[in-house]
């Protein structure tokens, strides 16, 4: 009998999307087939601790870890694996927890996505699900990522970036930056969360700087986007150096736009798959996406976000997300269900994905021999 791939899925983390990573990580975890995989929970609090135990989801759902041991990862290859901490009169010491052959982040946003996460398992030199350091830091810095597909001939909606600082010290002109973009409707953003978190629209002057104090509360850096009036239409991605896009599919939020609250709670928003568009407008998108996906080096996995304007017919894409949401609810493993790829199939190849990378890694010199 194969011996079963031992898998870390770590979930929670220092972010306003904590509550999403763990509605995502309950529907990864019922995806991992226990017949093909040794699984180990790893919860990360609101304040960065990592736990490990009897159902962590659950420990961390109801916001109680005293049953949890605290544990952790180490940077050195040498010693891999988790180790568990155990606290005691004379200090800390370290026990081996467990062996890993991979690590299936399900963290979205700051200290997951933003590629914090996988400079650590890069430095631990443990394969993992997802994209690498570059890929992951350029997808979630919405200004930085509206700067390369510019770079690679990817239309991109008019995009103002603010530093918190300025916002702080003179609204008034941060606003006058702000209002550069175009006219009203307009859309802030923090640079590197998603899910819509701190995102308002902004029909006026007084909603502009409400929105801008708002979203400076989550990030340094602040996006402000042109609105317009749009369809948005998303496209999954799948794969290392070939990547496939799935079919399109179109999201109708019952709010003005797709907040936080219609992702997740407002059972009125709508998804349709496939997207009611022209065939070359769904052909075009895929082709955007899977062009997005290689100009910032991605691998394994990313949802790609457009706006289809219906005054023109004009495609943009909006955003791009590295570790997308994985509920049973979310667009990404929907689109690949509806393309012919089900949830735990998905889950399979995420992972094979995760070991052909890190098999690539291992094929790169870190030593200079002169001559060859």
């Not at 988790?82 to 890993?100: F, P, W």
């Amino acid at each position: 009998m194969l011996s079963k791939l031992k898998v870390a899925v770590l979930f929670g983390g220092r972010s306003g999307e904590h509550a999403v990573s763990l509605m995502s990580a309950k529907f990864v975890l019922s995806m991992l087939d226990a017949a093909k995989y040794e699984v180990t929970q790893v919860g990360i609090s609101k304040d960065g601790e990592w736990w490990t135990g009897a159902d962590v989801l659950a420990a961390l759902e109801r916001e109680d870890t005293g049953d949890l041991h605290p544990a952790t990862l180490l940077p050195d290859p040498t010693r891999g694996g988790l180790r568990r901490i155990e606290i005691t009169s004379a200090g800390e010491l370290l026990h081996t927890l467990a062996d890993v052959d991979v690590v299936f982040p399900v963290l979205h946003g700051t200290f997951g996505e933003d590629g914090t996460l996988q400079g650590l398992l890069e430095m631990a030199g443990v394969a993992y699900v997802g994209a690498g350091v570059l890929g992951s830091a350029a997808g979630m810095d919405k200004a930085l990522f509206a700067d390369v597909m510019r770079a690679n001939g990817v239309p991109v909606v008019n995009t103002v970036l603010l530093l918190r600082s300025e916002i702080e010290s003179d609204v008034e002109a941060a606003v006058r930056i702000a209002e550069t973009v175009g006219d009203y409707p307009l859309f802030v953003k923090p640079a590197n969360l998603g899910s819509s978190v701190g995102v308002s629209k902004a029909e006026s002057r007084a909603d502009l700087v409400e929105a801008l104090i708002y979203a400076a509360q989550y990030d340094r850096r602040v996006v402000v986007q042109k609105g317009h009036k749009v369809r948005e239409i998303e496209v999954a991605v799948l794969g290392n150096d070939q990547p496939q896009a799935s079919q399109c599919g179109e999201v109708v939020p019952e709010a003005e736009f797709y907040s936080y609250e219609a992702k997740y709670h407002d059972e009125r928003s709508k998804t349709y798959i496939p997207a009611d568009i022209p065939a070359e407008t769904a052909e075009r998108i895929r082709e955007l996406a899977v062009r997005a996906y290689k100009a910032v080096d991605l691998a394994g996995m990313a949802r790609v976000d457009f706006f289809l304007d219906q005054e023109n017919g004009e495609v943009y894409l909006n955003e791009l997300n590295t570790l997308p949401g994985f509920t049973q609810i979310s667009m990404y493993p929907q689109l690949w269900a509806a393309s012919g790829v089900p949830g735990a199939e998905l889950v399979d190849r995420l992972i094979e994905l995760a070991l052909e990378r890190h098999a690539q890694r291992g094929q790169q010199r870190f030593e200079y021999t002169k001559g060859g």
